[in-house]
């Protein structure tokens, strides 16, 4: 509902309306009328037929906003528990004051997530064509955790199944269809989804047109679950009263591949983690030219060194490593060359030397559209966010490293030589880079990042939905 809509709407309710006259349109002769026009989409496409209804806007507060130090928690706003108490402020005032007390409730409503520090305002991100709101994510996060709804083949498992809020939103499995599961922390930031970047937005990461649905009867493919495509979740979905009304309530119209798509994309990107211990320290740094071992020291209490997995190692040791791990980090290492800007990545593709053989790990290759490809991304993959690692073992697409300082010692002894190497990593036409690093680098490189792990996602987000 617009405001001026419901102004208009409350003025002619207060001044009363006369009855509405019968009144009978000139028929056309029957030459005359147009012919109309059905487009009529095989039933298991779910046609769209969204219809605007009314709702609770979910507003990203970033840090760098004046609003952020005056909002409490991560989640500030809890919509009415029993529709309609919103026009509670309306009543015993006068009708035109009650009438306006409740066009300005309904516009005043929002919920505003404070986005934690260091992490960049995640409105640009998403696509105008699903705005957040509450209902919408209230709706997607219910067929996150629904176990046994998504089908692929004989398998059943829920979306949580692999992404589990308790770890990390992975499973931490070596493979899982194919490759490491990766995190949905942080997710609403990615350029392009899935280690291949074969999407490029949320919305299409478990369908990615109408043929995804199989007609009745058909059986579903056994290797969609691979290629991550979730059919048969319209049939199920509609045979379902709980989720035909939620639908209805939100969406205007029963279950379609559209929509479920729209409200999974609103919960997952709403998953967020940042404060960590590296974004304090650049806090506390402020104008500072550059980051010194204090700004790491202000903030290292005991939980944070253990988290750091620091040892006995005392907070002014452990804060000078910090420091030297960050100028490896951006210097000798190398690795802020790929991984830069607050999210610790540049969203493209490399290839890092992990090649099995090009047929069968073409990489972003394969996805890049039709005069964008390059040889450089035969075998690439994307280059991941380096927040929130601890939590997120193992690394790389294939998973073969178990450790933070296995990730990194791959980088000094581990590369493959190959033509299709990224720049970054090569030395010549095909060979791999000399870091020179010794085992105390690899060690402060791993500390610092460990420090870029984020404070938990918020229970509002983990916390699997209540029965109703």
């Known amino acids: 509902m617009r405001l001026g809509t419901a102004v208009i709407c409350v003025c002619l309710l207060m001044a009363g309306c006369k009855p509405a006259e019968r009144y009978v349109a000139r028929s056309k002769k029957p030459a005359e009328k147009e012919k109309e026009i059905k487009i009529t989409p095989p039933p298991h496409w779910a046609w769209l037929d969204v219809r605007d209804t009314w709702d609770v806007p ?7 906003s004046p609003e952020w130090s005056k909002l409490r928690n991560f989640w500030n706003f809890y919509p009415a528990a029993v529709p309609g ?33 260091g992490l960049p305002d995640p409105a640009p991100f ?42 990390a939103f992975c499973d931490g499995q070596a493979t899982s269809g194919g490759f490491n599961t990766l995190s949905l922390i942080n997710v609403v930031y990615n350029k392009r989804q899935f280690w291949d970047g074969r999407v490029r937005h949320l919305e299409q990461t478990i369908v990615r047109d109408l043929k995804d649905e199989p007609a009745p009867g058909l059986e579903v493919p056994a290797d969609l679950g691979r290629k991550h495509i979730w059919a048969g979740l319209v049939p199920k979905l509609d045979k379902r009263d709980d989720y035909v009304d939620a639908f209805r309530q939100v969406f205007g119209t029963r279950p ?25 320290a650049e806090y506390k740094r402020g104008k500072a030219a550059r980051l010194k071992a204090e700004h790491f020291e202000a903030y290292l209490d005991a939980a944070t ?37 607050p999210l610790f990545t540049d969203g493209d593709f490399h290839n890092i030397g992990i090649i099995r053989g090009l047929e069968d790990e073409p990489g972003y290759f394969a996805h890049a559209p039709l005069g964008l490809k390059e040889t450089r991304l035969i075998g690439a993959f994307r280059t991941p966010s380096l927040r929130n690692l601890s939590g997120t073992a193992p690394y790389f697409h294939d998973g073969s490293r178990k450790s933070l300082k296995d990730a990194v010692a791959y980088y000094v002894k581990g590369i493959f030589p190959s033509s299709h190497l990224a720049k970054e990593l090569r030395e010549g036409p095909n060979m791999p880079v000399d870091l020179n690093l010794d085992a105390d680098d690899i060690e402060v490189l791993a500390l610092f990042l460990r420090s870029l792990d984020g404070e938990p996602v918020d229970a509002m987000i983990t916390a699997p939905p209540r029965k109703e």
């Not at 979910?58 to 760098?64: E, G, K, L, N, R």
């Open 58 to 64: 979910i507003v990203f507060v970033p840090s760098t």
């Open 256 to 280: 379609t591949l559209d929509t479920i798509s729209k409200a999974l994309a609103t919960y997952t990107r709403t998953i967020l983690s940042g404060s960590s211990l590296y974004d304090w």
């Open 126 to 167: 998403i696509p105008s064509s699903n705005p957040p709101t509450y209902a919408k994510w209230k709706l997607g996060k219910k067929i996150f955790f629904e176990d046994k709804l998504l089908v692929s083949g004989a398998d059943r498992v829920s979306c949580a199944f692999c992404h589990q809020p308790t770890n």
């Open 305 to 341: 060194l253990k988290g750091l997995e620091a040892g006995k190692k005392d907070k002014s040791q452990v804060a000078q490593e910090l420091l030297r791990g960050s100028q490896l980090f951006q210097g000798k290492g190398r690795c802020a060359l790929c991984h830069k800007g």
């Open 85 to 117: 108490t919103t026009t509670l402020s309306a009543l015993g005032q006068h009708p035109l004051g009650a009438a306006l007390a409740l066009v300005a409730s309904l516009h005043a409503e929002a919920i505003k997530i404070k986005v934690p520090r």
